[in-house]
């Protein structure tokens, strides 16, 4: 491995000692508290401006390090800044957070982090919504059932966590009321695109801050009006989905009262990054092939052309990775029809587009909330928080 690639991350701003080390084990579940029972209003309070908690790498990021060595430094990181584990299981859906075993080809992928590549993965394993050898993260390499556990190769796709945030509200955001005209109303069904352009600047601005808070990023007034009645029928929880919590969630070590302590970052061996899959992957395949004696190659090889082909796959790589001067969609009529943003799905192209324009007035407090993910991951901080922080040292 790289010398150490950077094994110690450097702060670029005076760290809080107030911000809770364990934040990632209950920041989705409702109680607006850390385990210290300190809420997290006074915490943000007490961490704003120059108390702003970040971390950039020394030397490597996630562009440098190859698949082995991104697993390696996650592992490192998230252990030294003591965010490894929780004492709960979670969230628990059908299938985010899960695994996806081939006993054939000794392969597991996950756990499976929504809006990280996960519908691809799942399609890989024979179908995006029951894909089959789908079994939780007690099972896997945890498993005394599992027959050679020194023959499977485990890896997980994670992505830039701003990009991860702004997908969330994209496949989220149509799901709350909003604000138009003063008046709240539904941007949900057929009509939804021209009812989002209706609204003015600030209105689309405050629908988006209420999105932050209700994930619990930002201080914003109450939210609860803004949340939809249909919102209900695709969660098992009023409020909450499997899209909400960040990267970091899904990797942590984690207590059950029925399976006990549960192993789930040590058994990770590779770290697939979604910008650069092509790659990640083949490294994947070639470690998975040296461990398995061949027995991974063919399904290596039969998904890697089947992913390349697939238009979806295509398509969500080009729209965050392409960088395009921002327009104004919902005055450009032509460039909202050529881009995707009117019809029915219109509504998630148009939340995904003016989320990169809002995001800046909430940058300061987003990054904190995605501090570890950005630094564990070894993703660069977004050019408008590193301005905020530099603003207020």
């Given at each position: ?301 039969r998904n890697h052309e089947a992913q390349r082909a697939d238009k979806t796959y295509r398509m969500h790589v080009a729209v965050d990775d392409v960088n395009t001067r921002w327009v104004d969609l919902c005055a450009d009529e032509e460039a909202r029809r050529r881009l ?54």
């Amino acid at each position: 491995m790289r010398a150490t690639v950077g094994l110690h991350l450097a702060c670029i701003v005076l760290v809080a000692c107030t911000l809770p080390r364990r934040l990632l084990g209950r920041r989705h579940f409702g109680d607006d508290k850390d385990f210290s029972g300190q809420s997290l209003a006074s915490l943000r309070e007490s961490s704003a401006g120059t108390q702003a908690r970040t971390f950039i790498a020394e030397g490597a990021s996630f562009s440098d390090l190859s698949a082995a060595e991104a697993a390696t430094l996650l592992k490192t990181c998230m252990r030294e800044h003591r965010v490894d584990r929780r004492d709960n299981p979670g969230m628990v859906t059908a299938w985010a957070g899960n695994l996806i075993i081939n006993e054939t080809a000794k392969v597991i992928a996950g756990p499976l982090i929504p809006k990280s590549g996960s519908t691809s993965l799942r399609a890989m394993f024979g179908d995006p919504d029951k894909p089959h050898g789908l079994v939780g993260r007690a099972s896997g390499k945890n498993s005394p059932t599992l027959e050679h556990p020194e023959l499977y190769t485990q890896f997980a796709v994670v992505r830039n966590p701003l990009r991860h945030l702004i997908d969330v509200y994209k496949e989220t955001g149509f799901k709350y009321d909003m604000v138009i005209g003063g008046v709240r109303r539904s941007i949900w069904g057929l009509h939804a695109s021209n009812m989002y352009c209706r609204a003015s600047h600030q209105e689309k601005n405050q629908h988006f801050a209420e999105f932050l808070a209700h994930m619990g990023i930002t201080n914003a007034t109450d939210t609860k009006p803004a949340l939809h009645q249909v919102f209900g029928r695709f969660t098992g929880r009023q409020g909450y989905n499997e899209h909400m919590p960040n990267q970091l969630h899904w990797l942590q070590d984690y207590h059950d009262f029925r399976d006990g302590n549960v192993t789930v970052l040590e058994n990770i061996d590779y770290l697939v990054r979604l910008e650069r899959f092509d790659e990640d992957f083949e490294s994947v395949r070639e470690g998975a092939s040296q461990r398995s004696n061949g027995q991974s190659d063919a399904w290596f090889t039969r998904n890697h052309e089947a992913q390349r082909a697939d238009k979806t796959y295509r398509m969500h790589v080009a729209v965050d990775d392409v960088n395009t001067r921002w327009v104004d969609l919902c005055a450009d009529e032509e460039a909202r029809r050529r881009l995707g943003g009117t019809g029915e799905e219109g509504i998630m192209t148009l939340l995904h587009h003016y989320a990169w324009f809002f995001y800046r007035w909430h940058a300061l407090e987003i990054c904190q909330f995605l501090v570890y993910d950005f630094a564990c991951l070894r993703y660069p901080l977004p050019e408008a928080c590193q301005i905020h922080f530099r603003g207020n040292t």
